[in-house]
T-cell receptor, first 114, second 111 residues
Framework: NAGVTQTPKFQVLKTGQSMTLQCAQD?????MSWYRQDPGMGLRLIHY???????DQGEVPNGYNVSRSTTEDFPLRLLSAAPSQTSVYFC?????????????FGPGTRLTVL | KQEVTQIPAALSVPEGENLVLNCSFT??????LQWFRQDPGKGLTSLLL???SQREQTSGRLNASLDKSSGRSTLYIAASQPGDSATYLC??????????WGAGTKLIIKP
């Protein structure tokens, strides 16, 4: 199993550009989520999905869109990049959204917006 | 609103020492408390998950405890090794099944 994969690993954008961060998992997990990690702060939830076709907002959803057309893939779209979106982005998955399931994380995407 | 704090932000100890990392949370209404390890440039790896009804969990040289009444969890690392150097994060699962994260403790084990 490859686990949770993310592409790209690094990305530099100019203000106003759009892009999609890719996330895929091969563990047949129902629950997937996107976090951002900023220096000196804990991870913050952007969006999550409890299954194909179902998505919901987390703590910091503004400026981001998601979709979940398949169980395996959960892309994160930046609509119009802003310097405040400079961060490290992590995708995570677990079997389900319950209290007992271990979460698996991808290696992260380091995004810089100029 | 749940807040999770980890103090200190960084810790450096000689190899072989036993050490304790701290995690505090403001709302005792949690489903579980989780500890993760993060290596530079890599994702997070789950270490231990303590359910709200449990007091502690153990895995090898790691032992995590949970005291909901005082809003505290500790991660005990026995006989530390240079390979234990990493950032350790704790996260509390709140009543909405969302993980609320601490900022982490960066641990350096000196050979």
């Amino acid at each position: 199993n490859a686990g949770v994969t993310q592409t790209p690993k690094f990305q530099v954008l100019k203000t106003g550009q759009s892009m999609t961060l890719q996330c895929a998992q091969d563990m047949n997990h129902e629950y997937m989520s996107w976090y951002r990690q900023d220096p000196g702060m804990g991870l913050r939830l952007i969006h999550y999905s409890v299954g194909a076709g179902i998505t919901d907002q987390g703590e910091v959803p503004n400026g981001y869109n998601v979709s979940r057309s398949t169980t395996e893939d959960f892309p994160l779209r930046l609509l119009s990049a802003a310097p405040s979106q400079t961060s490290v982005y992590f995708c995570a998955s677990s079997y389900s959204r319950t209290v007992r399931n271990e979460q698996f994380f991808g290696p992260g995407t380091r995004l810089t917006v100029l | 609103k749940q807040e999770v704090t980890q103090i200190p932000a960084a810790l450096s100890v000689p190899e072989g020492e036993n050490l304790v990392l701290n995690c505090s949370f403001t709302d005792s209404a949690i489903y579980n408390l989780q500890w993760f390890r993060q290596d530079p440039g890599k994702g997070l790896t789950s270490l231990l998950l303590i359910q709200s009804s449990q007091r502690e969990q153990t895995s090898g040289r790691l032992n995590a405890s949970l005291d909901k009444s005082s809003g505290r969890s500790t991660l005990y690392i026995a006989a530390s090794q240079p390979g234990d150097s990493a950032t350790y994060l704790c996260a509390a699962m709140d009543s909405n099944y969302q993980l609320i994260w601490g900022a982490g403790t960066k641990l350096i084990i000196k050979p």
